[in-house]
């Protein structure tokens, strides 16, 4: 299928291979598809699923025909896969009769790989990166971006160097890039300082960006769209809720299921609703005042969308206009209530990823969301990516978080009369 890469801002068109990721005017750029010879059927889709081929059963690669613009051959070849997505779509009812939407889904993306959403896009980038005959891969990161990149660079035996903000990422995603063996530079200053610095240093040394600044990054994560509706057997929910940080991911995912309806697979669209953390807010600004974007000086204990500046504010603007959609912001103690009733419902997921149910109460309450609307939530990471957030949680020792619902650990002298009486109590 043809194909082109075009300016979110400006419209100007480039070839899709150009190694570029802005415009001449620095606005953001779009892999546009042409859908006019689309041919498969859900029904071709769901047939994929059950088949023994690595590709059919990626959950990324399945759609591959809406992901990369090569060829069948040419993706067999470049394609480097840890047989991503395939995550699980909870049946939530207990989570959401708390925050009062009772028909609420869970689609858990840290069951991904490396315990994030971000395999998806990684995939798709880093077999873009092999296609393009690349040897070397860069990202900023608050950590899930970077412990990605890592593996999947490992996988590819491509050089991988990150940027993180210095003491400002979880030890889960950390470790990743440590052990994954990324050259893991720690830079003094946050994710923005460090997003600045990661595409100047790509531009000079010819290192592959893989950001989701990357418009091939967003062909994948379109993926989280496509394998939900898969998962509801083609029924279009009332509403997808997801967390917003650099806004890679829901301009991805609202991108993906328009490119679903001019497809004709579906025939008609969710409405979407962002949350961002009330420290880390500009899209929230933005969208309620009419305005454009401006940076702020971001802080959240989630820290995986502590983001000041995000990337890809323009394409997500689009993207939720399209989709009838709405931004909201919740604060950490509202996210780290939220992230309580996940973990206690066995699902778990990491404090930015519920936000997506801390926005979800608020949205309910305010009468946004009506409480009988089918609602899929997108839990971005896994609870094992920040395990400091729970511990210290339970035990109380977060500064400016109530623990309203603490687990806390019990000391016990080891003694079987002294521990029956504790568990009798
Ligand atoms: N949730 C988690 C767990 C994340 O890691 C991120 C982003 C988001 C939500 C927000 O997604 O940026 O597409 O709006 N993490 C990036 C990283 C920035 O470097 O890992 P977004």
Known sequence: MSAHLQCARCGRRYPVLDRRYRCDCTGTLDVHHDLSKFKLTTADLDARRNTPDPLNRSGVWRFRELILPLSEAEMQAAVVSRGEGNTHLYEARSVGTEVGAPNLWLKHEGENPTGSFKDRGMTAGISMARHLGMTRVACASTGNTSASMASYAARAAMGAVVFIPEGKIAYGKLSQALAYGAQTIQIQGDFDDAMALVQE?????????LNSV??????????????????????VPDWIVLPGGNLGN?????KGLLELQEAGLIDSLPRMAVV?????????????????????????????????????????????????????????NQIMDAKAIVDAAGIGAEPASCATVAGLRRLVSEGVIQSNETVVGVLTGHLLKDPDAVVGYHSGSLDGIHALRANAPIQATANVDAIRALLRE
Not at 214 to 235: C, S, V, Y
């Open 276 to 332: 961002q953390a009330q420290g880390a807010n500009p899209l929230y600004t933005a969208w309620t005042q009419g305005s454009e974007v401006k940076p702020i000086k971001a802080d959240t204990i989630a820290s995986a969308i502590k983001i000041g500046a995000p990337v890809s504010w323009r394409k997500s603007m689009r993207g939720l206009r399209a989709l009838d959609g709405v931004v909201t912001e919740v604060d950490d």
């Open 201 to 209: 240093l790509c531009a000079q040394e010819g290192i592959y960006l």
């Open 214 to 235: 990357n418009p091939f990054r967003i062909e994948g994560q379109k993926a989280i769209g496509f394998e939900i509706l898969q998962d509801l057997g083609w029924r």
């Open 250 to 254: 829901n301009t991805a995912i609202a």
